[in-house]
């Protein structure tokens, strides 16, 4: 008689299922960190667009007009939100947010707003951000 080397079957289709169940796991765990990194980009984005309002600012004309709603030189967004920009009837003030994903920054009355993003930027509630 001779002995069998190597596995059967059944034993091959338990481990494709373990590894299936297992790998599915992770994926749906994954989901949530995604979020959060597109938000930490968009908010690290706000940071970019603010500095670059206060490089283009004129003492005499205030800040620079907004482009259909939009930021000048506006970065592109993960899922292609767009970012909202609304520069105030003088010039001299402004409004930036966008939508988050996530709410678990919301420390602000003014609505979801990370830590480190403040005033003149407003941010908007999840799902809220125009396209």
């Known amino acids: 008689m001779r002995e069998q080397k190597g596995f059967t079957l059944i034993e091959m289709l338990v481990v494709v299922a373990i590894v ?5 796991v ?9 979020a959060k990194a597109r938000d930490a980009r968009r908010v690290a984005d706000i940071r970019e667009i603010q500095n670059d309002l206060e490089i283009d600012y004129d003492n005499v004309t205030g800040y620079p007009a ?18 909202i920009y609304e520069v105030t009837g003088d010039g001299f003030s402004y409004k930036l947010g966008i939508g988050l994903e ?3 920054n919301d420390n602000s009355d003014e609505g979801n707003c990370p830590s480190g993003v403040s005033s003149p930027a407003f941010c908007v509630t999840p799902g809220v951000a125009p396209d």
Request: net charge negative; proline share 11%.
């Open 102 to 104: 996530t709410d678990e």
């Open 20 to 24: 299936g169940l297992l790998s599915s």
């Open 26 to 34: 992770v994926v749906i765990g994954l989901s949530g960190a995604r």
């Open 66 to 83: 907004a482009v259909n709603g939009h930021p000048p030189g506006e970065p592109k967004d993960p899922q292609d939100k767009h970012y």
